[in-house]
Structures are given as C-alpha cells and as structure tokens.
C-alpha cells in the first residue's frame, strides 16, 4: 500500500523535492538560532562587542526573512501537491467506478461510496502534504539538535535524550488502538451519509406515509452509532496526547532540573544553559509535529485503505483482446442461460431463445419469471452463470464491453434523470449530436411540444433526477435518449409504463417506427403494447411456456389469454 501512495507523488517530484529542500532549510534556520544565542551570551555580552550584536541581528533579520519565504512556498505548494494529488486519486477512483460491474453497486450504499471518495480523500491530502514535510522536519531537527547538544554537554544530552525511546514505545503502543478506532469512524460515517441520502431522496413517501417519527428513529440508531464510534476514537486519542505531553512536560523538566544542576557545578556556562534551554524547546516542536503525525497518519491511512478498497475491486471481465462489434444486424441468440442474483434461487434456467434480426419479441408473465433479468444480460449489466448470448453469431462474451453497449438502447422501467437541464439529458443519448438531431429525437418521443412550452425550453432546469418533471415527462426524456442513440438494438423494459393512454399511443407509434429494421426486445404488463409483435414470448419462474403471435397465443387460450384477460 505505501509503495501505491508514493506513486502518487511521481507526477509533482520536482515541485515535492523543493517543498523538501525548504522544509530542511526552515529545520537548519531554527538550529542556527540557538547557536547564536549561545555566542552571544558567552562571548557577545560580556565582552561588550556591539558591533558584533549588531551583525548577528540583521544576521537573524535575514534569516526570518528568508525563513517566512520558506514557509510561504511549503504553505502553499505544500498543499498544492496534496489536492492534486487528491485529484488524481478521485479521478482514478471514479474511473474505475465506471468500470465495476453492477454487482458492486446492489451490495455497496451510494452514500459510502461517496463518503470515502470526498471525505476520505480530504484527510489524504494532509497527509500528503504535512506528512512528509513534518516528518522530514522533525527528524533533521531531532538529529541536529541531538549532535549539537553533544557539544555543549554530553551527560546533560545523553539523560535527555535517553527520554525518547519511552515516547517512542508510548507512540507504538496505542498506534494500532488509534488505527483500529478511526477505521470504525470511517465506516459509520459512510453509514450515516447513507442513510442521510435515502431519508431525503425519499422524503415525499415519507411525508405521504406520515413516518416521519419512523425516519428519525432510523436516524437515531445510525446517528448513535456514530457517535459511540467517534467517542471510543477521541478516548484513544486523548490517551495517546495526554500520555505525550505528560511525557513532554517531564522532558522539560528534567532539563530543567538537571541543567540548573550542572550550571551550579559549574560544568555548564550560564550563555550554554540558556542555549540548551532553547534547543530543548525547539526540540519539542518535532516531538508535537510527529505526535500530529501520527494522528494524521492515521485519518490518512485508514482513508486510503478504503479507497485502495473500491480500486482493487475487481472490474467487469473482459476477454483478452476483445473483438469489436461493427455492422450489427441484431440477430440475438440465447443458449441454455442460467443466472441467479448471488446465493439466491435461480432466476433464468436454461433458457434458450432466437430473435432474428430485425424483430420484434416481447416478453410478458407474471413477475419474477426473469423478464427485466434477462433484458440486464444481454448487455452485461451482470454476467451469466452458464450458457452464452450471441450477438450476429458472436458470444457477447468475446467482445468489448463498449461496442455491445453502443449497439444496445434501453430504456428502463426506473427512469434515471441527471440533475441538469433537459437538454443535457437527452443529449446523453449521444453527446456528439447536433441540435437538430437532439430535438428530432425530442420529437419522435413526443416531446419537442412539451418542452417549447417552457420558458427555458431546452434548457430548463429539471432538478434532482428530474423531480421537476411528471414520471410521464422523464420517460419521455428517457426514450429520447434512445432515439438520438439510434442503436441497432432495442431492449424497452417497461418503457411505457409510466405514461397515460394517449400518450402511450403516440409513444408506441414512434416505436414502431424506430423498431423497423431493428431488432426490439420489449417487456410491458399492457399487452396493448405488445400486440403487433413478430413473437410474443411468456416467460415465468419455470422458463418459457407459451410463444407465438398475439392472435395464435389468444386462441391457445393459456396464460397469455388469461393476462390478456385481465389487462
């Protein structure tokens, strides 16, 4: 995992190098103070040599000078190397999000993805900028210090300095109490923000359930979890400072103590004693900025395990070398396919079904029968557990993942909407199209009308996922999406679900145009909507059972005559 993080550090090397360089001078500058101090009070002073003084403060003026110059360019490129670097880490993230199948998403909440990405990544940019800075500070100014003191006294530096292999086994000692503390930390805010995000997407089923007692009881337990996590976090860490500093007050007490002592015996000068004094203190910055350190280490740590933890995960397989589909006619074959959701009951056994290039078949039955299911493998949405689909005689298994999407529209029984305009939606559908394409396709979806009538038009603001707009008006955008895509394949699961009945004609015409020369896989509950198709297949929970033309599975008088029926 280390080796990973520093690869983060590649691009910015030479920009990392010099925030380096300056923190070493920063170091040196505070070393240099003392020694001067230490001339002055032994030799400066009391022979009266005021030109002398007088050099060794411009000396000291330039010297801070110099040293807000060096904090200057550690403050603020510093902390440019750690959001860029932050922002390479985000984006390789997010790029293989887009690359993990669909499983990952059924099993991970929306809120903790989201949590890690942002509020994790935050604590990584400290540490990549204040870690190795405060690190590298620290162990030159320790070091320093250490030899310079060796000069001025060395039983008063070994007994010293024979204090920090206690702070040392005191700081690995709670380390891993800390790491373990914060981990938790992570996960319940993830938790929360989960919940946060489900309560408020949710909040107009809420208000028309009136369980807004329920809501807040949920939030509670999640919120209280939280708390307690975050509560046994901040007792390791009090733990870890209050033991710190007591050590820390002791150090400066020893000094102290055993300096004045040997200043009485006069084997340490008075300019010496102050001298020691000063590195003593100065010691103690390092000590405080490796206690920060390890706080910090471990919020960053902790932030980047759970990050490492979406970039490892597996992404959607692929073949070695994947063919390209090109030219597709549509020809859909599927060969004894069987699939189930994880260690759940099967949902498709064996199926076996052909869709001849440019036909239309629909699929209808009773819920659960593997309708929507099927309609998610055939463009790897999930991938089948046995037997294979082939696309104009070609396993889709065999090819890329994005020519199989690109010859494939879909429009889903949810309809998902960014938040955006109305433009930007339908636009998804290819964001290479020109603006007469984008409203013939608006058009096609019976849509154009609707959005004329808006003061924004195009543009208007739709809000999130569209709450702005009625479920009719985002399935509309929905499909023109797939219009503008005009993909050689159609799969519409429940497409018109959601629209009223003269809209649903006017929809189904432009379907039926669309699916001219197209190969149409439909799922509907309104049989309506299905009647005109080459082959009517119903599908349920024991496999295929009926197929036919709409008029040869009436007259069979079976399953589809009894939905019809009912519908």
């Not at 000078?65 to 390479?88: C, E, P, S, T």
Request: proline share 2%; net charge negative.
């Amino acid at each position: 995992m280390f080796k990973k993080f520093i690869t983060y550090y590649k691009p910015y090397k030479k920009v990392f190098i010099l925030d380096l360089l300056a923190a070493f001078f920063v170091a040196a500058c505070d070393l240099f103070y003392p020694m001067l101090t230490r001339n002055i009070m032994n030799d400066v002073v009391p022979n009266r040599k005021l030109n002398t003084l007088i050099v060794f403060t411009i000396v000291l003026v330039i010297l801070f000078i110099i040293k807000a110059g060096l904090n200057y360019f550690m403050q603020y490129y510093g902390h440019v190397i750690g959001v860029r670097m932050q922002a390479d880490m985000r984006k390789e993230v997010f790029t293989h999000l887009q690359d993990l199948p669909c499983t990952y998403f059924d099993n991970n909440k929306t809120g903790v993805i989201m949590s890690r990405i942002i509020n994790d990544l935050m604590d990584i940019s400290e540490l990549a900028h204040h870690g190795p800075e405060d690190l590298f500070i620290s162990i030159v100014t320790i070091v320093g210090s250490f030899v310079i003191l060796l000069n001025v006294n060395v039983p008063l530096t070994i007994i010293v300095f024979a204090f920090l292999p206690v702070l040392i086994w005191y700081t690995i000692h709670k380390r891993q109490q800390m790491l373990d503390a914060f981990l938790k930390t992570r996960e319940k805010t993830g938790d929360v923000n989960a919940g946060l995000e489900n309560s408020i997407s949710g909040i107009k089923v809420t208000k028309s359930f009136g369980n807004k007692e329920y809501e807040l009881h949920k939030f509670n337990e999640s919120n209280n979890i939280f708390k307690d996590a975050r509560e046994f976090a901040y007792k390791s860490m009090a733990e870890y400072f209050s033991g710190m500093f007591l050590f820390v007050d002791i150090l400066e007490l020893v000094v102290l103590g055993a300096g004045g002592y040997f200043a009485y015996q006069g084997k340490i000068s008075l300019g010496d004693y102050v001298a020691y004094i000063l590195y003593i203190k100065m010691l103690l910055q390092p000590i405080r900025k490796l206690i920060n350190f390890n706080e910090m280490y471990q919020s960053g740590v902790t932030g980047f395990q759970r990050i490492m933890d979406i970039v490892n995960e597996d992404k959607e397989k692929e073949v070695d070398n994947p063919k390209e589909l090109k030219d597709v006619r549509g020809k859909i074959e599927i060969k004894d396919v069987s699939f189930r959701y994880e260690e759940k009951e099967s949902i498709l056994e064996d199926l076996s079904l052909k869709i001849d290039a440019g036909k239309m078949v629909a699929l209808v039955g009773p819920s659960g029968g593997g309708k929507s299911t099927l309609c998610n493998l055939i463009p790897r949405f999930y991938d089948f557990e046995q037997g294979d689909i082939l696309i104009d005689d070609v396993s889709i298994k065999d090819v890329s993942l994005n020519s199989l999407r690109d010859s494939i529209g879909v429009v889903q029984q949810e309809v998902f909407l960014f938040t955006g305009t109305i433009r930007d939606n339908i636009l998804y559908g290819n964001t290479e199209a020109t603006e007469e394409q984008m409203i013939e396709a608006a058009k096609r979806a019976s849509l154009h009308n609707f959005i004329m009538s808006l003061e924004e038009g195009y543009d208007t603001y739709i809000g999130e996922r569209g709450v702005k707009l009625s479920g009719g008006q985002k399935q509309r955008i929905s499909i023109a999406r797939v219009f503008l895509k005009n993909p050689p394949i159609l799969i519409l699961d429940e497409a018109t679900s959601a629209l009223d009945n003269v809209t649903e004609y006017e929809i189904q015409k432009s379907l039926e145009e669309l699916s001219k020369e197209r190969t149409t896989l439909v799922v509907a509950h309104r049989l309506t909507t299905v009647k005109n198709a080459d082959e009517i297949v119903v599908l349920t929970d024991k496999g295929i059972e009926e197929r036919g033309t709409h008029s040869e599975l009436v007259n069979l008088n079976g399953i589809y005559a009894s939905l019809h029926g009912m519908y």
